[in-house]
């Protein structure tokens, strides 16, 4: 029997937490779908040469070429497609793709349209906020959060809108418990150090920089492992200089296998200032490492509350203590138990499932 064709909307394939759920959705669903993906930014190329993952799927992923501002050929190419292959579901993630998705959705007269919010802070913007509150009112997608928090903040920005809650989820089976020793080898990093490691990208909003600023306050030898890149990335090499541990912080750049990187890791920190609910913390949590986390947007949500610690953002002090406490706490299976529970790709996948089938 011929499988029912899902199309996700996406603004660009570079890897990031949007992008990596889309692909586990891409990967994970019911076996009655095909999901592709479409990013309206770049070429195949020019994503797969940064992001390897990309090449097993490559011809169930579409690329728009869309350039900046407002591009009417990207709609016209959608809409073309989508009359093309009677898609029974499209599923957009973010305020872009929902514009240009939605719309083309509409017009090809596609019966069910999800949409996904990923994030609150943008919608402080009112110029987004109406934007999407008009788009929303048009569409009439069925609207998601990832997290409670993105789901509140939706209410408040646009009053009318009645999102329900889905949380992100990662593979389980893939993000396991590892030989610490053996990971730390392979990723030419300290056996006998404690590591704090953030795999984020490296740009203002991760705030990365905060990790080097307390590190020199740190009880005993203490490593930074960083997994990332981004135009910040000059910036914390000078200031690992300036703060004279240029030989404790590790820029390790994209790595392929990240469970790895997690296992080889004593304690995850993700001092963020602006996040919707990152999948980062799921994914060290899964391999048992437990998590020092800003509280900001939705990462309460995605952090377990006995082996991991929330920290008030712009509180050094209080990252500090945090991290000291967690790098020399016991260890036990308190974080990976609390993915299994809430964040498993698995119950994600279902739960999208259902609403594609339900509508």
């Known amino acids: 029997m011929k499988k029912k064709i899902i199309y996700q909307i996406v603004q660009h394939l570079r890897p990031g937490g949007i992008e990596m759920m ?4 891409l990967k994970h669903a019911n076996s009655e779908y095909e999901v592709h993906i479409v990013s309206l930014e770049g070429n195949y190329d020019e994503f797969a040469t940064k ?10 992923l579409h690329f728009m070429g869309k350039k900046s501002g407002v591009s009417w050929c990207v709609f016209t190419k959608l809409l073309q497609l989508f009359l093309r292959t009677r898609p029974v579901a ?18 090809a007269r596609v019966s069910s349209i999800v949409h996904t919010e990923h994030d609150g802070w943008h919608l402080n913007s009112p110029k987004a906020s109406k934007l999407e509150g008009l788009l929303l009112k048009i569409i009439k997608p069925h609207l998601v959060a990832d997290a409670r928090n993105v789901a509140q903040a939706l209410k408040e920005a646009i009053p ?23 990971a730390r080898r392979h990723l030419n990093l300290p056996e006998n150090a404690l590591i704090i490691g953030c ?33 910040m990335r000059d910036f914390l090499e000078a200031l690992a200089v300036k703060q004279n541990i240029q030989n404790r912080v590790h820029f390790l750049g994209l790595i392929d296998n990240m469970p790895q990187f997690y296992q080889a890791l004593d304690v995850f920190c993700l001092p963020s200032i602006k996040e919707g609910l990152p999948l980062s913390p799921l994914e ?8 020092v986390v800003n509280d ?12 991991g610690e929330m920290v008030n953002v712009g509180d050094l002090r209080h990252l500090r203590n945090a991290l000291d406490r967690k790098l020399h706490q016991e260890q036990s299976d308190k974080p990976r138990d609390f993915v299994l529970q809430y ?17």
């Open 22 to 25: 889309a692909l586990d959705l």
């Open 51 to 60: 992001w390897p993952a990309l090449v097993e799927y490559r011809d169930r």
């Open 90 to 107: 499209i599923h957009t993630h973010h305020i872009g793709p929902l514009l240009y998705g939605g719309l083309s959705a509409k017009l």
């Open 160 to 182: 009318k809108c009645n999102p329900i809650t889905i949380m992100n989820g990662i593979d389980t089976d893939k993000f396991v418990k590892g030989d610490k020793y053996a």
């Open 199 to 231: 795999a984020a990208r490296m740009e203002a909003e991760k705030s990365i920089h905060s990790i080097l600023e307390v590190m020199p306050h740190l009880k005993g030898n203490i490593h930074l492992a960083l997994a990332g890149d981004g135009t």
């Open 284 to 291: 060290a949590q899964s391999c048992n490492i437990p998590c």
């Open 296 to 307: 900001v947007g939705g990462c309460r949500e995605a952090v377990c509350t006995s082996s």
């Open 343 to 359: 964040g498993d790709v698995h119950k994600m996948a279902s739960a999208y499932g259902d609403l594609y089938s339900n509508i």
